[in-house]
């Protein structure tokens, strides 16, 4: 995901066009659950936005403008915020279409597991239960 994210933010940035860049966010988040084994799936309809949160920042570093230090990182601090306003339906969208394709994949099992594995946590937690070493 990382990578695909990386490549389209970079071809956005060339061409100017950030619908490629949001069209790679929804490739990756619809290409993902189907490329991981099932345990994985709840970490792979989490991480998609903060992987492409780190690949937009490499993109940006890469293609910065400015011409002294303080330039180059006010231009990506600016073309980071700008380009995740720009894409925040596509991000939205992506991420939500993610999670329905992880669901035939048995992504509700997975949190029937996460929500059990919680609350046995809180079980053993609690003042006057059992301490287990």
Known sequence: MLGLFLVSDLIADWFGREVIAGAGFVAGCLLGPYFVRRHALLRVVAAPPA???????????????????HGKVLSVFEGTLLTLAALAPWLLAG???????????????????????????????????????
């Not at 993109?59 to 910065?64: C, D, E, G």
């Not at 809180?122 to 070493?133: F, K, M, N, S, W």
């Open 95 to 133: 991420t939500a279409l993610g999670a329905v394709a992880a669901i035939p994949r048995g992504l509700g099992q997975c949190v029937r597991e996460l929500r059990d594995e919680l609350r046995e946590d809180l079980r053993e937690r609690r003042p006057g239960a059992a301490r287990t070493r």
């Open 51 to 69: 992987l492409f949160l780190v690949a937009l920042g490499i993109a940006q570093v890469l293609t910065a403008q400015g011409t002294s230090r």
